[in-house]
């Protein structure tokens, strides 16, 4: 009787891990079976192995996966608990298609694909691309050209044999027509053409490809190539066609950038020198309201968008924009010194001070009390509070769990004896945060005052080292920039592509517009809001005119840019570091944790304001959520959340939404605030530092 039970329960523990389903097509000529296999507690890492019977090979696999090849009978990377299909496809036009959902079992699992919906929705707002729904542009992409390659390259296990080939080079060729028979550690598979064109054959008949020899180029696995007589459509490679969509959230946060710069006159210019005079402590009143420096303030809000998206994001958008979408990440950024300039001197003119001097202010309090100035009280309090609850959000997620995991990730990656111990890592790491965060944003500002200066310098030091050993290549890069921006490569999306990937890093990176710096801002000590409106002005510059920018010249001078070999962002950048000194992936590594760390500090004061303004000021509720943040700290470099992460994250764009809108209400405010400011600054009657008062003389 046990020993039957113990049969039992290990078949059933088998086939939770493995699943066969099979399906026919209706005039019975196709049998189709799935064997769905999920190998770990891991989320997104499902696979389905696919058989088919009768029919009339060759067969095409099309998978709801888009990252499936058409010729591939696997498919992995699936989500657990979601729904997927599969169409399979003979030579004689035959078909039988199946759904299929692998199931979820672990925790994380079950909780990701409830979660995932809600990502998909929220996708489906912030990226909607309102200028293709009303037909202004076409947003697909044409080629020029198609790669031949294998499917499911995985370079550091697969040998590729070049068995041979079945059109000649130089001949032409058909969609669908077989070309090469490729051998795969002992397997055959054959290459087919998804487009009409003239073949060139790129690999010899009879070659072999080892992981070896393959992973010392910087270029992915190809072949082949066919040419067109006429662009096509670039598709994915499960057969979709691809588009380069213009998201409305980018064109909110642009736009509302670009507004303010033409409506305050180009301040980010005019403004610049005013802006440092300020970060050196020029005009520092000891006596003025509030709790800290200029500099500190300007430091909290850096160190807050000085991240892993100057490194990570930053190789992402190189890698699928190519070089020029530095050149618009690069505009972006200064355009969005503007937006930083107006959402900074409300966030410190609508602060409160309370008798303890405590500061509280940011968005919700202009988004309330400014717009009910402006007998809109109603739709103020829906904003602000709006604003609140995704600020809260945010702060959990893109702000916290975001950046314990990846720095988890990239220090383990250097200290393997860290691999497997996430807990314990996010343990370490959530007791450093809470040092600081403990102490309010006192002890936040004088940390951040001292490790934003030292880790910028360190990542800057770095990438000019990397770039200094290619220096003979300066000329180079700098054509490829220009030159990518305005004439891309249609592989990288064309115009249309290159303009967004860049416009998207750098409106994702320096938050303008998403008003978190605001808050930063508002405990500045001053008795002239507008003041910390000109201090904001250089932060987007150091953010994504300079860091991101020098990210992306080390990708372009040691050629990382091109062909990632499906490296993801921090990989990248790190083996762009390693290109030149063995032991630099070490310093990023370093650099990492350092953005990682300030990030986390500064978001743990932008959701505890949040919070407040939704809970109440007492000093209970803000030490509650200082030790929900510190769980979330732990929870982020342990566990994998992968569609939470990603629906948090979101959260930091959308509250540009309630932020942006409230701003382009007090924009006359903001320009008549300027004015006078500039006026008595022009007439000597803002109070002037006697250190300065001495140095001048």
């Not at 542009?137 to 590729?160: A, K, R």
């Not at 200094?468 to 064309?494: C, P, T, V, W």
């Not at 050629?559 to 921090?570: A, I, L, P």
């Not at 400011?677 to 002037?688: A, E, F, N, R, S």
Request: hydrophobic share 45%; with cysteine; aromatic share 12%.
């Amino acid at each position: 009787m046990i020993r039957a039970l113990c049969i039992l329960f290990l078949s059933f523990i088998l086939m939770s891990s493995s699943y066969a389903q099979s399906q026919t097509d209706a005039n019975g000529n196709l049998e189709i079976s799935l064997e769905l296999n999920n190998p770990s507690s891991e989320i997104n890492n499902g696979t389905a192995q696919i058989k088919v019977k009768g029919g009339t090979p060759p067969y095409q696999y099309k998978w709801s996966n888009k990252n499936t090849s058409l010729i591939s009978k696997r498919s992995k990377g699936l989500i657990e608990g979601m729904d997927h299909s599969v169409t399979v496809t003979d030579s004689k036009g035959n078909t039988a298609s199946k759904s299929f959902k692998i199931p979820a079992e672990s925790i994380t699992e079950i909780f990701n694909s409830k979660v995932q919906p809600a990502v998909d929705f929220l996708g489906a707002i912030l990226f909607w691309d309102p200028f293709a729904t009303l037909g202004v542009y076409d947003p697909t992409v044409y080629i020029s050209h198609e790669n031949i390659s294998p499917p499911d390259t995985d370079i550091e296990q697969n040998n590729y044999l070049v068995k041979k080939w079945l059109v000649e080079d130089g001949g032409e060729v058909k969609k669908n027509q077989q070309l090469a028979i490729l051998e795969i550690d002992g397997e055959e598979t054959i290459l087919q053409a998804n487009y009409n064109g003239t073949l060139h054959q790129i690999v010899k008949e009879g070659t072999l490809i080892t992981p070896t020899s393959l992973a010392s180029s910087a270029e992915e696995l190809t072949v082949g190539r066919v040419d067109f007589k006429s662009e096509q459509h670039l598709l994915h490679p499960n057969g979709d066609i691809v588009t380069n969509t213009i998201p409305f959230i980018v064109i909110w946060l642009i736009f509302g950038s670009i507004f303010f710069t033409l409506r305050l006159k180009f301040i980010n210019i005019r403004g610049f020198k005013h802006s440092i005079d300020l970060a050196r402590g020029k005009y520092d009143d000891p006596n003025a309201p509030g709790s800290i420096t200029h500099f500190q303030a300007m430091a909290t809000a850096v160190s807050a968008t000085v991240g892993l998206g100057n490194i990570a994001g930053v190789a992402v958008a190189i890698s699928l924009g190519g070089a020029g979408a530095t050149f618009w990440m690069f505009m972006a950024g200064f355009f969005g010194m503007s937006m930083k300039f107006a959402e900074c001197a409300m966030g410190v003119k609508y602060r409160v001070i309370d008798s303890d001097g405590r500061v509280f202010g940011g968005p919700m309090n202009y988004l309330r009390y400014g717009l009910e100035k402006r007998n809109l009280k109603g739709l103020g309090k829906f904003l602000a509070a709006f604003f609140a609850i995704l600020g809260v959000g945010a702060s959990f997620g893109g702000g916290n769990m975001l950046q314990s995991n990846q720095a988890f990730k990239i220090v383990s990656e250097q200290i393997p004896i860290l691999q497997g111990q996430g807990f314990w890592f996010g343990v370490g790491f959530a007791i450093l945060v809470g040092i600081v965060i403990i102490g309010g944003i006192k002890s936040i500002a004088k940390v951040t005052e001292k490790v934003v200066p030292f880790m910028a310098l360190l990542y800057i030091v770095g990438c000019l080292v990397v770039i200094g050993s290619n220096i003979e290549g300066l000329g180079g890069a700098f054509l490829a920039i220009f030159d990518g921006a305005f004439s891309a490569d249609a592989l990288k999306g064309g115009f249309i592509g290159v303009l967004i990937v860049g416009l998207q890093r750098a409106a994702f990176s320096s938050e303008a517009g998403v008003g978190s710096a605001a808050i930063a801002h508002s405990p500045a000590k001053t008795n002239h809001p507008i003041a910390d409106g000109f201090t904001s002005i250089v932060e987007p510059f150091i953010d994504t005119m300079v860091v991101c920018t020098m990210t992306a010249l080390v990708l372009i001078f040691t050629g990382k840019h091109e062909g990632n070999s499906g490296m993801g962002g921090v990989e990248l950048t790190a083996d762009a570091f390693g290109s030149v000194v063995s032991w630099f992936p070490v310093v990023l590594a370093i650099a990492v944790f350092l953005f990682a760390f300030s990030t986390m500090v500064s978001w743990s004061y932008y959701g505890m304001r949040s919070w407040t303004y939704l809970f109440g000021r007492s000093k209970k509720g803000e030490l509650l959520y200082k030790f929900m943040y510190l769980g979330f700290v732990v929870l982020g470099a342990s566990v994998s959340l992968g569609a939470v992460l990603s629906f948090a994250d979101m959260m930091i764009l959308a509250m540009s939404f309630p932020n942006i809108a409230g701003l382009y209400i007090l924009a006359p405010e903001i320009y008549a605030d300027m004015n006078n400011y500039l006026d008595k600054l022009k007439k000597g009657k803002l109070y002037l530092n006697p250190k300065f008062v001495k140095s001048s003389s």
